[in-house]
């Protein structure tokens, strides 16, 4: 009973010393006058920056819009271009190369096809051993399993094999 006496006593020491405190402040604060033309400043200077917030607010609602409705626009005139002025059909022209290549076998992968479409293959010609086509999974008789057979390579810019194509002798 006596310790809760004493914790009340501590308490009720403590809120007057607050108050009191308090009651200082409170008397300092109301000596402290604001003059009114630093107030209005103040009032001035607020409402020339929310003003500011406002339109930088409106301008970024509209700024979505505006980007959206111009690609649109724009998609809208390539399709209109390209419907009243079509591209005349070209006339492909064989060349002596192209004639020539039609009649080569065409190129087998060695790698995989998503491999192929990375970078720019170089082609190179060369001789190969008819073993190392069989190491492929190409059937060699073997007869030739000695031999250097001609061929036609697709190498990336590594020098790695990417497709193959075999030639006449």
Same mark, same amino acid.
């Given at each position: 009973m006596n310790e809760h006496m004493n914790s009340q006593h501590k308490i009720s020491d403590t809120d007057a010393a607050l108050d009191q405190q308090f009651s200082l402040l409170r008397q300092d604060l109301q000596e402290l006058n604001t003059p009114a033309s630093t107030e209005q400043a103040l009032l001035l200077a607020f409402t020339q920056q929310q003003n500011k917030h406002k339109k930088q607010a409106r301008s970024s609602q509209l700024r979505p819009w505006l980007a959206g409705l111009l690609t649109m626009c724009g998609s809208f005139c390539l399709v209109m271009l390209t419907v009243l002025f079509p591209a005349p059909p070209h006339q492909i022209t064989p060349d002596s190369t192209a004639v020539s290549n039609t009649e080569l076998p065409p190129f087998v992968a060695l790698v995989p096809l998503e491999r192929l479409d990375e970078g720019t293959p170089h082609m190179m !010609?060369?001789?190969? $051993? *008819? +073993?190392? @086509?069989?190491? /492929? =999974?190409? $059937?060699?008789? $073997?007869?030739? +399993? =000695? !031999?250097?057979?001609?061929?036609?390579? /697709?190498?990336?810019? !590594? =020098? *790695?094999? @990417? +497709?193959?194509? /075999? @030639?006449?002798?």
């Open positions: !010609e060369t001789e190969v $051993p *008819a +073993a190392w @086509l069989a190491s /492929l =999974g190409m $059937p060699v008789s $073997p007869e030739i +399993a =000695g !031999e250097m057979v001609r061929a036609q390579m /697709l190498v990336d810019e !590594e =020098g *790695a094999p @990417l +497709a193959m194509r /075999l @030639l006449k002798n």
